[in-house]
T-cell receptor
Framework: DAKTTQPNSMESNEEEPVHLPCNHS???????IHWYRQLPSQGPEYVIH???SNVNNRMASLAIAEDRKSSTLILHRATLRDAAVYYC?????????FGTGTSLTVIP | NAGVTQTPKFRVLKTGQSMTLLCAQD?????MYWYRQDPGMGLRLIHY???????AKGEVPDGYNVSRLKKQNFLLGLESAAPSQTSVYFC????????????FGPGTRLTVL
């Protein structure tokens, strides 16, 4: 069974914020939550990761629910270059478990 | 820095043939990983290594073997290729485990006929 669940696809207008949700109801206390994105015909690219607290970096913000069973990746102002498949990943036991990803379409 | 490179970029095999995929990184990373990605799916971990001379099984290890004789290289072998192993293979490296990002290579597209 998949360790993370994400919507298959989402759309956003350019320059608007985007909230990409992820459910990980079986997460344990030491599991990290990672997000990567993948452009067509490329390898995944790191976006952000966290354990319990909300995290910010230059690319995005990660909001983690208090019970840690869900998280949300926030892109503050979507650009056309943000169109990609976004993967929510659990790190547990030295291994990364990818979900099936959310394909983000950015509308000009 | 070249980052993570993979050789070859494309390969077509017949069922039963063998081959080795090479991953190289020039970032002095301890951790290296091999993943496969099937159409419309996320990546699944095949094998990984936490340092030179070490290897461990991931989520889908059957039919593959790996070796990490040098810190900068991680080899993935298919001893007897099967059509079910048709996939895109990605290698990644990282400074350590869950605390830092992984850097991915460009992928190898393998077709087994």
């Amino acid at each position: 069974d998949a360790k993370t669940t994400q919507p298959n696809s989402m759309e956003s207008n350019e320059e608007e914020p985007v909230h990409l949700p992820c459910n990980h109801s079986t997460i344990s206390g030491t599991d990290y939550i990672h997000w990567y994105r993948q452009l067509p015909s490329q390898g995944p690219e790191y976006v952000i990761h966290g354990l319990t607290s909300n995290v910010n970096n230059r690319m995005a913000s990660l909001a983690i629910a208090e019970d840690r069973k869900s998280s949300t990746l926030i892109l503050h102002r979507a650009t056309l270059r943000d169109a990609a498949v976004y993967y929510c990943i659990l790190y547990t036991g030295n291994q990364f478990y990818f979900g099936t990803g959310t394909s983000l379409t950015v509308i000009p | 820095n070249a980052g993570v490179t993979q050789t070859p970029k494309f390969r077509v095999l017949k069922t039963g043939q063998s081959m080795t995929l090479l991953c190289a990184q020039d970032m002095n990373h301890e951790y290296m990983y091999w993943y496969r990605q099937d159409p419309g799916m996320g990546l699944r971990l095949i094998h990984y290594s936490v340092g030179e001379g070490t290897t461990a099984k991931g989520e889908v290890p059957d039919g593959y073997n790996v070796s990490r004789l040098k810190k900068q290289n991680f080899l993935l072998g298919l001893e007897s290729a099967a059509p079910s192993q048709t996939s895109v293979y990605f290698c990644a490296s990282g400074r350590d485990s869950q605390y830092n990002e992984q850097f991915f290579g460009p992928g190898t597209r393998l077709t087994v006929l």
